[in-house]
Nanobody, 118 residues
Framework: QVQLVESGGGLVQAGGSLRLSCAAS????????MGWFRQAPGKEREFVAA????????YGADFLKGRFTISRDNAKNTVYLQMNSLKPEDTAVYYC???????????WGQGTQVTVSS
């Protein structure tokens, strides 16, 4: 059974940092693009960042402005999202996902809550 399990969320003050982890099991995702998405209350899920299989190429949403960094450790089948300079508007449930070669995102974790207080 394929599973993506996020961890590392929590409550942090504005300006603080958190590091999210996404551990995959059931199969290797070392050849897949991996990504992070988020969904705030009352809003649609939005793309945050993605990373290619080698970790050499990353993609980030415009709103990040360099505050978040995505990385991966294929030996551990784990993807990370380092979030710095957090703002209250970053409050959301953060989801990890794996993309197929056809471009879909069929694999999702259950999400981890990030709350940033002002």
């Amino acid at each position: 059974q394929v599973q993506l399990v996020e961890s590392g969320g929590g409550l942090v003050q504005a300006g603080g940092s958190l590091r999210l982890s996404c551990a995959a099991s059931g199969r290797s995702f070392s050849n897949n693009v991996m990504g992070w998405f988020r969904q705030a209350p009352g809003k649609e899920r939005e793309f945050v960042a993605a990373i290619d299989w080698s970790g050499g190429t990353t993609y980030g949403a415009d709103f990040l402005k360099g505050r978040f960094t995505i990385s991966r450790d294929n030996a551990k089948n784990t993807v990370y999202l380092q979030m710095n300079s957090l703002k209250p508007e970053d409050t959301a449930v953060y989801y990890c996902a794996a993309r197929t070669t056809t471009g879909g995102w069929p694999y999702w974790g259950q999400g981890t809550q990030v709350t940033v207080s002002s």
